[in-house]
């Protein structure tokens, strides 16, 4: 059975920064790239960061410089580094195995002052 769960969500002043983490479980995590969304209040939900099997990354162009996704394999997890955090990025970040129909429950962000 697939599972992802995220943490690491919370209340943070613009500038700031948090680590949003991913742990996986019921499948090969090593073989699946994996991928970061978040749906903003009243928006759809858009892609923000995806790592493949080898480790590269790409990112949506709205977070470049400022996040870094990466993964532990070791671990099953895939984390995703958010600096220079901006009242845009709040919303609630979802964790997905990529292309897939399998969704983490989200983690919330909410970037205020």
């Known amino acids: 059975q697939v599972q992802l769960v995220e943490s690491g969500g919370g209340l943070v002043q613009p500038g700031g920064s948090l680590t949003l983490s991913c742990a996986a479980s019921g499948f090969t995590f090593r073989n699946s790239a994996m991928t970061w969304y978040r749906q903003a209040p009243g928006k759809e939900r858009e892609l923000v960061a995806t790592?493949?099997?080898?480790?590269?990354?790409a990112y949506a162009d709205s977070v470049k410089g400022r996040f870094t996704i990466s993964r532990d394999n070791a671990k099953n997890m895939v984390y995703l580094q958010m600096n220079s955090l901006k009242p845009d990025d709040t919303g609630r970040y979802y964790c997905?195995?990529?292309?897939?129909?399998?969704w983490g429950q989200g983690t919330q962000v909410i970037v205020s002052s």
């Open positions: 790592i493949f099997e080898a480790g590269g990354p």
């Open positions: 997905r195995k990529h292309l897939s129909v399998f």
